[in-house]
């Protein structure tokens, strides 16, 4: 079993209701929500999201599936890493779980499974992400921080083969992570509203002996990619906070931070 957590804000300028919509049918097609659990957290979008999100919800128990998928709504804009953490509040101990964008459409059916599988192969994996087709990482990169490797994971006969990718970054359009590692790390942390949660995350978890890796052969599309006024903000946003990012990035590495973050 794991769990879902979603952040939407959605407003009436930057226009990603249709993307919410279509993350949503997503999810409504290949994830079995009589094994899974959704929380999604609005940080106070449009009423046009809002009423896809209950729309979805209203759908989700029509199927009699009930306490599968609920809405917290904090009434403003938390931003991207305390929306998630609120969610992953309700985080069982061993319970799995995954910070999802809005913003996304995965291909397949079982990729929870197939994500939780790489996890109970090796649980020395505190990060399963799927890859994008815009991620750089590859085993044959010049630059060791995107350099990455290929390799598989131990099996018993019998078994499916899980090929995995290992890296230093994992991009957190759909991430899985462990219990054990959140056991060992906590929650996310960024400087602001925006900017290098992921990065910290995936920072933490090698710092803390965990390995790091996609699913590079589960196919997903990230379909927010015309470059609109938010993007433009958010990368702004993020920027400002560049020279703390670095500083941050120190603190772990020599210990002066714990890895350890619960708001």
Aim: proline content about 5%.
């Amino acid at each position: 079993m794991a769990l879902i957590a979603m952040a939407v804000y959605d407003t009436v300028e930057n226009k990603r209701t249709s993307l919410t919509a279509l993350t949503l049918e997503c999810l409504a097609n290949t994830v079995d929500f009589s094994k899974h659990r959704l929380i999604i957290v609005d940080n106070d979008s449009c009423h046009s999201t809002l009423t896809v999100l209950w729309e979805f919800i209203k759908n989700i128990d029509k199927d009699k599936i009930n306490n599968r998928v609920a809405l917290i709504q904090p009434r403003k804009n938390l931003g991207t890493a305390e929306a998630i953490n609120q969610a992953w509040k309700f985080r069982l101990p061993e319970e799995n779980a995954i910070k999802m964008d809005n913003d996304v459409i995965i291909h397949s059916k079982g990729w929870i499974e197939d994500m939780e599988a790489t996890i109970a192969r090796d649980p020395q994996i505190g990060q399963v992400g799927l890859k994008r087709k815009d991620c750089w990482e590859n085993p044959d990169h010049k630059d060791p921080f995107y350099k990455s490797t290929l390799s598989f994971l131990p099996h018993s006969p019998g078994e499916s083969w899980i090929p995995v990718e290992e890296v230093n970054h994992v991009m957190g359009t759909c991430v899985m992570h462990s219990a054990k590692l959140l056991n060992t790390i906590g929650y996310l942390y960024q400087p602001k509203l925006y900017g290098f949660d992921d990065s910290f995350m995936s920072l933490r978890s090698k710092l803390a002996g965990f390995r790091n890796v996609f699913l590079p052969y589960i196919n997903i599309d990230h379909i927010d990619t015309d470059p609109n006024e938010y993007q433009k903000w958010k990368e702004k946003h993020a920027a400002s906070c560049w020279q703390e990012y670095h500083k941050i990035v120190e603190e772990y590495r020599t210990g002066k931070r714990p890895l350890y973050y619960e708001p």
